[in-house]
């Protein structure tokens, strides 16, 4: 069978989405998936993808995006990385030093100042460069999040969630080279599966993948599908090899649906292996989920999303952007989707992993769904934003809850009935007095009895004596 092609999106363009199923979306096209009677294929072992990634020779349909002319200088801080607050943790001395972060995408455009120096070519399914370089503009916005430097001059106050990351990129996608013969862009499962495998052979300590493959639950649950079956073996194997995989939830389109909570009628890869990676979901600067944001039982956590200051994306690009060109007019747009989200939460897996090396795959993806700022719900999650917005400082603490053991809840207050309430037992209450009031009696007459018979001797000794 077919592998399902991936599909990006995330506001960018070029980034629109083909309607036929399974088209990776870049910036997070992707529907729910994980239905509560249905799993993800069973694994086979037979389906391990190659760890050189699959080339194309598509031809390029569109001009490669272009930098900013005017090289944007924006001064203030980004609402993002205000309200995360991650840069604390710079100050105290974590900055994801030593850490490379996959960032299996578009390419990232290396000779962006605030990247220059920290991407390595980690190869390209596409035909007109590696991993450096980045036509869609898609992948250089994701890693500018997770680790640009601060700017040398001081004038801008844009930074990532781990500067002293090192970004190994993969282009394992691209929207504007496409197939004359199926119109069909470059990325599928398939090579999704390669590009995790090298990431993990180049001993990546987390993967961020903006992307995703929307397909009915009957195709994702089968097992035949050797893409789909490729894919959730490896994701499987960075998870067991300590490698956190953060991925994008999806965002509505033309091909992802926002299918009702509780109820997918469509998976999302690789959220739907949902055991093996953390799922982000977008939300806006009031704390609300994202009108676009895909809900799904898939969800683990949620971060900014919407109205987004990023790195200027295009090839060139020297400064910041707010806005970028969008659809097919080329009309400016906001930056946002839960492509943009997710990379926050990597940037936050990276400094975790930083200070405390000794934590499992598993352990990571704990903490940090444990500490984030609960929605409310069931079990504090709901399919929306999963457990909530994440929260970098309680995720980096010292000790999480969880990590003191599970203590029994307080006892309940227990409610009495009327019944229960203590009654005056009348009868015993008499005895009670009775015994009382005979005692007193009785040592009153004692006294007197004494008294009595110290008076009569008395008086018999006066008459003695006379």
């Known amino acids: 069978m077919r592998s399902r092609t991936f599909r990006s999106r995330g506001g960018l363009r070029g980034f629109a989405l083909l309607a036929a199923a399974g088209t990776l979306a870049l910036g997070g096209p992707t529907a729910p998936a994980v239905a509560q009677t249905v799993g993800p294929p069973r694994l086979d072992p037979s389906q391990l993808a190659s760890h050189t990634l699959q080339s194309f020779n598509y031809p390029q349909k569109q001009g490669c995006m272009r930098g900013n002319s005017g090289n944007s200088v924006i001064e203030e801080k980004p609402w993002s990385q205000l309200v995360l607050g991650f840069e604390r943790a710079h100050d105290e001395g974590l900055s994801g030093s030593g850490q490379t972060v996959a960032v299996i995408d578009t390419g990232v455009n290396a000779s962006h100042p605030l990247l220059r120096g920290k991407v390595q070519n980690g190869g390209s399914s596409v035909p007109d460069g590696g991993g450096d370089k980045d036509c869609d503009g898609h992948g250089t916005i994701v890693a500018g999040i997770i680790a640009a430097s601060p700017d040398p001059s001081g004038k ?125 979901a977008s939300v806006n600067q009031q704390g609300a989920p994202s009108e676009f944001t895909v809900p799904g039982p898939w969800v683990d956590v949620a971060a900014p999303g919407e109205n987004l200051i990023a790195l200027d994306p295009g090839v060139g690009g020297q400064g910041l952007a707010s806005q970028i060109a969008t659809g097919e007019d080329g009309q400016p747009g906001p930056i946002q989707g839960t492509s943009f989200a997710a990379p926050y939460v990597a940037g936050l897996a990276v400094l975790i992993k930083e200070k405390y090396p000794n934590l499992t795959a598993g352990q990571i993806m704990d903490r940090i769904k444990e500490t984030a700022l609960n929605p409310g719900g069931i079990n ?87």
Request: aromatic share 6%; glycine share 10%; with cysteine.
């Open 380 to 466: 504090g999650r709901n399919d929306i934003v999963g457990y909530g917005m994440v929260d970098p400082a309680a995720a980096l603490a010292d000790v999480v809850p969880a990590e003191w053991g599970k203590q029994a809840p307080p006892p309940k207050p227990t409610k009495l009935d009327a019944d229960v309430i203590p009654q005056k037992d009348y009868p015993a209450l008499i005895i009670a007095l009775g015994g009382a009031g005979a005692g007193v009696a009785g040592i009153i007459f004692t006294a007197f009895l004494i008294n009595a018979v110290r008076s009569v001797r008395a008086r018999t000794r006066e008459n003695g004596g006379r």
């Open 156 to 280: 801008m106050g844009y930074v990532g969630v781990a500067p002293d990351a090192s970004i190994l990129s993969i282009r394992q996608s691209s929207k504007l080279f496409v197939s004359e013969a199926d119109n069909a862009t470059i990325g599928n499962t398939d090579t999704m599966a390669q590009a995790i495998n090298i990431a993990v052979d180049r001993g990546a300590s987390v993967i961020n993948i903006s992307q995703s493959s929307c397909q009915s639950i009957a195709q994702a649950s089968n097992y035949l599908d050797y893409g789909n079956q490729r894919l959730h073996n490896a994701v499987k194997t960075a998870y067991e090899r300590g490698v956190v995989v953060v991925v994008a939830a999806g965002n509505t389109g033309e091909a992802c649906q926002k299918n009702a909570s509780g109820s997918p009628t469509t998976a999302v890869l690789p959220a739907w292996f949902d055991e093996y990676v953390l799922t982000v």
